[in-house]
């Protein structure tokens, strides 16, 4: 039996308005694989439980089956203090690690008060974990940076354990990771697994160097020794839902979520383009914006045909950084509309502060001329797979940034420096000039590779990884191709049941 460790929880219960309790699935590619993968198999999935009825649903061991509709797993709920989530969530994880490990403008911040509560924390996880063990040998398969100790620390009560962790985010080189007081920690924690995945080659190398740092470490080729523990260090990527966004993108009910979006944001006989992001400082919307502004600037009838829908969704608005990046981009939006438009509502950015359901992202991007990924620094980055998976008409152009994990496969991409206003402007210059002809060949090339490596082919990847822990990894370039191609499959069948009863 399989047991899936994350900081959030792929269901949650929350109070309807008429006071009944209602449970959720959390959204997310990843979430969704998991969950297939689960269904599939059974296990135990640990995670923060955030929802506010999520005590009332749970058992004396703080468990609750799920999927609601065909319970097939335990999810088991960690409780944090509001303290706790401040210091070791808000704070070391995304002031402290989170700045660390991306290359943008904010400096982490490391407070002793916030590593305590990580290790706490992270101390409790791996407490969870062991309680939920009938055996050493059941595969352990830890999600992301808020939980980089919890191996080590569950090897200290149960050493034969078999963990394999994913990072989602970028690993930073040695210097910059040597900013973290802790940084020792760190790594020996990571290093506490059998087996420990990327998502780029970049990122496994650095991380190889700051294990050479590590004086005890020994680094032989994609394997870490350290205190007569093995590591196997991979780089596997991770992709998107393909086959579900491509069945939406084919519905013929999705015209009438087209239109309506039209209307909605204005659109009738306009250039489109698309961003979609979190409010996060590693984004890259404030240089997009400039970018656009330049466009405009230098091409004066663009100015009441070309309409810009950038999607924001507020994210950890309580941090300082997330709160300034916020108002850094409203102020942009405003400015841009009232010198190109009508007010600072009314012209060519069309800025929706809210999340957009999957339904309505995939008609969006099926609107679009071309969509702009332009992150400063981030780990993969799936927009751009899920604009290249929505596009089954082999139109329109992705703009995305050489600094986005998407970029290492995506190469029919027009690739940008999203620093470079100018070379940035002539981009969406380009994209918006582009010649059908061309703009299918590219997309063809795209939808190529993100349906070949989507997120069934990333499940099916650490599942075997998983499996033969203790052996030799496979790798996902050397995964046996039936045994892959059997999970994939199930996989997907799995989280096409999830999807129909959701319902898009």
């Given amino acids: 039996m399989l047991i899936v460790v994350s900081n959030r929880e792929p269901y949650l219960h929350d109070r309807s308005s008429e006071g009944s309790i209602v449970a959720q699935p959390t959204t997310g590619g990843v979430s969704v694989a998991l969950d297939a993968l689960m269904r599939e ?45 401040r210091r070791y969530y808000g704070g070391f994880a995304n002031e402290g690690l989170w700045p660390l490990c991306h290359l943008a403008n904010v400096q982490p911040v490391f407070r002793s008060e916030d590593w305590a509560a990580y290790q706490t924390v992270n101390r409790r996880f791996a407490e969870a974990i062991a309680q939920e063990l009938t055996s050493p040998s059941e595969p352990v398969f830890i999600q992301d940076y808020h939980l980089a100790l919890v191996a080590g620390y569950l090897k200290e009560r149960v050493p034969g354990a078999r963990t394999a962790l994913f990072w989602h985010i970028p690993w930073p080189a040695v210097d910059r990771l040597k900013r973290c007081p802790w940084w020792r ?69 999705l015209r009438t979520e087209m239109e309506r979006l039209r209307h909605e944001l204005r659109l009738h006989g306009m250039l489109v383009g698309v961003g979609v992001d979190r409010l996060d400082y590693t984004k890259g919307i404030p240089e997009r914006l400039a970018a656009l502004e330049r466009v405009l600037e230098g091409e004066p009838d663009l100015r009441h045909r070309l309409a810009f829908v950038q999607i924001g969704v507020p994210s950890r608005s309580k941090l300082e950084s997330y709160a300034a990046i916020e108002r850094e981009i409203d102020d942009k939006v405003a400015s841009i509309n009232e010198r190109f438009g009508h007010s600072a509502t009314d012209g060519p950015v069309r800025y929706r502060k809210s999340a957009f359901k999957l339904r309505r992202l995939v008609a969006l991007y099926k609107l679009a001329d071309f969509c702009i990924v332009s992150s400063l620094h981030d780990g993969m980055n799936l927009v751009a ?43 969406i210059q380009r994209a918006i000039e582009m010649p059908v002809a061309e703009q299918q060949r590219r997309m063809r090339a795209l939808r190529r590779i993100v349906a070949g490596r989507d997120i069934f082919a990333w499940a099916s990847d650490i599942l075997g990884n998983l499996e033969n822990l203790g052996t030799a990894p496979i790798g996902y370039r050397s995964a046996d191709a039936r045994s892959a191609r059997g999970r994939r499959e199930t996989l997907r069948d799995r989280a096409a049941e999830r999807g129909s009863a959701r319902k898009p």
């Fill in 185 to 253: 920690t760190l790594v020996e924690g990571l290093l506490a697994n059998n087996f420990l995945a990327f998502q780029v080659e970049r990122d496994r190398r650095n991380f190889l160097t700051a294990a050479q740092a590590c004086s005890a470490a020994v680094v032989d080729r994609g394997s870490v020794v350290y205190r007569d523990r093995v590591t196997h260090v991979a780089a596997v990527p991770i992709g998107v839902n393909f086959d579900r966004i491509a069945e939406i993108a084919a519905d013929p009910r």
């Fill in 41 to 85: 198999g059974g296990g135990t999935w640990i995670a923060h439980g955030a929802g506010a009825a999520d005590r009332d649903v749970v058992d004396e061991h703080d468990c609750v089956m799920v999927p609601p509709d065909n319970p097939a797993y335990r999810l088991r709920r960690i409780w944090l203090s509001e303290e706790e989530e």
């Fill in 385 to 427: 797979k899920e604009f290249v998976a929505a596009r089954d008409d082999e139109r329109g152009v992705l703009v995305l940034s050489e600094s986005a994990g998407a970029a290492q496969e995506l190469k029919d991409a027009i690739i940008i420096n999203p620093r470079d206003v100018t070379g940035f402007a002539q981009a």
